[in-house]
Each structure stands twice: as C-alpha cells, then as structure tokens.
C-alpha cells in the first residue's frame, strides 16, 4: 500500500490532465472529475480513477487539487452542497492551482477554515509544454506547514516552489507573471513584423536575439509558433484576457500603475474580440500584423 496521500483531481484540461498523469507516475492514487467524459477516459487511460461527481472524488482524499480556468468555476466547485467544502473531510488539504483574483483566494480559505479543510492558492506558470515536462514555476500563498506538507506532491509537478505569502500571494504573483509574459510577448510580436518587414531572415535573427539580453522563457518557447504561425493553445488568449483583467484592477485597488500592461491587456482584448480568444497567446502577433496593414 502507498504511503502516499490520496489526491482528487478537480479539471482536467489544458494543464489539468498532463499534471494529474504526472502525479500518477509520482505513485499517488489519483481520484479525478471534470466535465468531458474523454477526460474521465485519459485519466483512467493513465491509471487514475474515474469519478461520476465532485463529492465522490474528493470524499476520501487527503489532498484536493483543483485547476480550472477562472474565478466562478472555482466559486461553483468549492461552494455549495455538491462542493469541495460540503463533501471533503476535516483536515483535507486543498490546493487550488487556478489562476484567479487574489480576493477570491482569500476567501476561499477563509470559508474552508469554517469547514475543517485547508487551503493554498499554488498557480502556475509554464504553459502545456511545462505542464507535459513537469517543469512549472508554481507560485504558492498559505501557511508555511500546508507548504511543507505539499511541496513533495508539488516537487511532482514543477521545478521552481516557492511560498510566497500568506493567502493570496500566490495569486497576486502570478497576475505580476501574466503581466510580464503579455508584455514579452507583445515585444516579440513587434520585434517579428518589423523583422520581416525589414526582409531580415527571420529565423537567424530570432537565433541571435535569444542568446543576448533579449533572450527569454517566452521567445524560446514561442520562436517557433511564431516562425509557423502555429497558434495551436497552449495558454489560449481567453484565459490571458482574464488574467490581464486580474492584474489591471489588482493594481489599481493597491496604486500601482501598469502603463504598458493597460496598453497590452487592450491589445489582448482586441485580438479577443476579432475572434481570435481560442488561440495561443502567442497569437498577439495576429494583432501586430493587422495593425501593420496585413490581411489575417
């Protein structure tokens, strides 16, 4: 028998369903419920266990880790009679690794604390390919203890861990991480056109940029989307949308001023809005082109 927690696993997406597989070949029993019937099937496929609702995959779980795209669904799984809260047992540890508002994060623990059950707010960041590679950067708010007791299920999952505040403080760093990837991104996009505008050879020049000062996480994953024009999702623009309206107003509830992030959550938006939110975000360079007198 494993000595290892029991886990749920609530949404099995993008992220979800290669996260939870690597937990399974970690050797934790995973217990997962989404709501696509090939979903259930892949867990399944991978070794894990199928449930038929919320309540009966985190019944008798220790852990319960949750990863679905926004606030409101993480409000409709965790409250209410089918919920997380209503079925999980006292002293169950919920990670919930959603990118969501600060505010709801701390009110989620809050209620879970009324409930006997713990929580950390754990987003992270790295897209599908970090997911697939168990390499994401998974930035954690709670208490120190719960930390301790999941960084070995966590250490599964990501290479870089870090607790960093109270609850919340994971959520309000990874807003800071959307913020700055959407600006990377944004440049890239620019840097491309003007590259290929120019008639540079575009591949060599995105080489040589990458192995100076402008190199980044985000131009060596994303060159070859944009050398392609591969827009398959790995983070669709809909989810940076929300992510880019997260930063915004959390910044403006504390007076920071995010100059550049206004202009690119905007630019986010209008790609958005043209029809282009199921794309990869990498996707901004659909936005560049079109500004740039291109038919797309």
């Known amino acids: 028998m494993s000595t290892l927690p029991k886990v749920a696993w609530i949404g099995l997406g993008i992220m979800g369903s290669p996260m ?34 919320i309540a009966e995959a985190v ?6 880790v949750t990863m679905v795209p926004a606030s409101p669904q993480v409000e409709a799984i965790a409250y209410g009679p089918d919920g997380i809260l209503e079925n999980a ?6 990670v919930d690794m959603s990118s969501i508002t600060p505010q709801t994060s701390v ?32 930035m954690v708010g709670g208490e120190q203890a719960d930390f301790d007791e999941a960084k ?40 491309v056109v003007f590259l290929e505008k120019s008639g540079v050879d575009l591949k060599a020049a995105l080489d040589v940029l ?30 940076h949308h929300k992510d880019m309206g997260i930063v915004t107003d959390a910044a403006r509830n504390v007076g920071a ?10 630019l986010v938006a209008s790609l958005r809005a043209q029809g282009d939110g199921g794309l990869d975000h990498s996707a901004l360079l659909r936005a560049v082109e079109r500004l740039s007198g291109a038919q797309v």
Do not use: M, W
């Open 89 to 94: 047992k006292s002293g169950a540890l919920l």
């Open 20 to 53: 939870s597989e690597n937990l399974i070949k970690a050797g934790y029993q995973v217990t997962g419920f989404t709501l696509e019937q090939e979903k259930l099937d892949r867990l399944a496929a991978a070794g894990g266990t199928a449930a038929g609702s």
């Open 59 to 64: 019944r008798d779980a220790d852990v319960i």
């Open 210 to 239: 990458n192995g100076g000062l402008a190199g980044s996480t985000v131009l060596t994953r994303k060159k070859d989307n944009f050398l392609a024009r591969d827009f398959k999702p790995g983070f669709r623009i809909d989810l």
């Open 152 to 191: 070995p299920l966590l250490e599964a999952l990501g290479k870089t861990i870090v607790l960093c505040g109270p609850h919340g403080s994971g959520q309000t760093v990874k807003a800071a991480n959307q913020l700055i990837v959407a600006v990377n991104i944004q440049a890239c996009a620019e840097a």
């Open 257 to 266: 001023a995010l100059p550049v992030g206004a202009v690119v959550a905007q």
């Open 107 to 138: 009110d989620l623990a809050a209620a879970a604390k009324d409930k006997g059950v713990r929580v950390l707010d754990a987003p992270v960041s790295g897209g599908e390919a970090g997911a697939v590679e168990a390499v994401l950067s998974i």
